[in-house]
């Protein structure tokens, strides 16, 4: 008997545990809160567990810990999901071990139900000293109530045995009052770095804004007030036609920050790959000084996605490779067709080390001397939209290829 209850309690807390450990996966994987019917759930399994393993003293009278998952979740997740474990747990009761003594049981639980909905609201904003005093109480409570109708039944118990039955649901209650506060302590400290997170990158991109708007303004400012001094014809054209560039480039930055909105999102759309990077290429022809293009692309494959994000996408990492030449080279873009659609853009410019590669896709990266690293940030933000991925390889002063894999269109052309 003597192993037998220390096996049965020891397997009873390795169970909470392990259905700990699963809140606080579901936590990490999905970055939010479990829903009371998660909590509902994950209880459920571990008490089931504790009563299929419960120890038996006498007729009707058994040991186990399924009182622990019990009170983390009445007293963490309020009244609503103490009132379903309770009807859950007597009901295992009833179903696994039988029907002797069950009126005792469904008192013993009902007892401690009101106790713990009475106290739910206080014990979040109580210390965690005070929560595993509160906690051990009700603990020490049901198990003394067990053991004390073991003894009316006569079970045979020993002095050793007794004190396992007390010392070590105890014990196992306070241990898993300490992981729990250690799991809340964690998902809070989440919440409050994300949150500073977020107001970091606030205050970069309204930084980068500022100042990325403010130079092509300020200088378009300065020739409207020379256009007013200026008699000359000319020169006033030259002048206005400069502010004009001032404002297409600061209409070009809100343009790119509006990427990382959704208050612009278009309707999908079935885009034709090739057709879109020939006008692409054609475009950007005026810009490319000494780079060439050379490409190798398929004819009617298509895409589904948004037809000026897939532009913009694409855009931004032939740009970036020309940037990337400022002596010349040669830009190569080429398609692949199997499952999906490969498009590889690959540049013979500077290249990037291994951290810069890691880094690729983050905002304010760039390794350019002048710019804001958004560019790269948006192309990725879109291939992830389009349900694709996007990969980088780079060598030092040999150039980089950038590798974007969509899935393929289904759609019917309809012409």
Do not use: W
Not at 9 to 32: E, H, P, Q, S
Not at 128 to 134: A, L, Q, R, T, Y
Not at 298 to 310: A, K, L, M, P
């Amino acid at each position: 008997m003597h192993d037998s209850v220390l096996t049965n309690l020891l397997l009873n807390f390795l169970f909470i545990v392990v259905g700990l450990l699963l809140f606080a996966l579901y936590y990490d994987v999905t970055k939010k809160q479990p829903s009371k019917g998660i909590v509902i759930i994950l209880s459920t399994a571990t008490i089931l567990l504790c009563v299929m393993f419960s120890h038996k003293l006498t007729n009707g009278v058994y040991v186990d810990l399924r009182r622990i998952p019990f009170f983390l979740a009445s007293l963490y997740f309020g009244p609503a999901v103490s009132f379903v474990l309770m009807i859950i747990i007597i009901a295992l009761r009833y179903l696994i071990i039988g029907s002797s003594l069950i009126h005792l049981v469904i008192l013993n639980y009902f007892i401690t139900f009101i106790i713990l909905s009475a106290f739910s609201k206080g014990f979040l904003r109580a210390k965690k000293k005070v929560k595993m005093v509160f906690t051990v109480a009700i603990c020490f409570s049901m198990t003394i109530f067990n053991l004390l109708f073991g003894y009316i039944h006569q079970a045979e118990i020993s002095v050793d045995e007794y004190l396992y039955l007390v010392i070590i649901p105890l014990a196992a209650t306070m241990i898993s009052v300490m992981i729990s506060e250690m799991i809340r302590k964690v998902m809070m400290l989440r919440k409050t770095f994300s949150q500073h997170e977020k107001l970091r990158v606030v205050s970069q991109l309204a930084a980068s804004i500022s100042h990325e708007i403010r130079n092509p303004l300020t200088s378009s400012k300065g020739f409207l007030q020379l256009v007013q001094e200026e008699r000359n014809e000319k020169t006033q054209r030259e002048f206005i036609e400069l502010s004009l560039k001032g404002i297409d480039e600061a209409t070009h930055v809100i343009e790119e920050y509006l990427t990382f909105t959704n208050s612009a999102a278009d309707k999908i759309e079935r885009i034709d790959v090739k057709q879109s990077i020939l006008e692409l290429i054609e475009t950007l022809n005026s810009e490319a000084g000494q780079v060439s293009f050379h490409h190798e692309l398929i004819d009617e494959v298509y895409v589904d996605g948004q037809r000026n994000s897939f532009r913009k996408c694409i855009g931004n990492i032939l740009l970036n490779a020309i940037e990337s030449m400022p002596l010349g080279g040669e830009v190569s873009i080429t398609m692949v067709e199997k499952e999906n659609l490969m498009i590889s853009i690959s540049d013979s410019g500077k290249g990037m080390t291994k951290e810069q590669i890691q880094r690729f896709g983050e905002p304010f990266f760039t390794t350019k001397d002048e710019g804001t690293g958004l560019g790269m940030m948006a192309a990725t933000i879109i291939v992830h939209s389009m349900k694709g991925n996007i990969q980088v390889e780079s060598e030092l002063n040999r150039g980089t290829t950038v590798f974007i894999e969509l899935d393929k269109s289904l759609k019917a052309d309809t012409g």
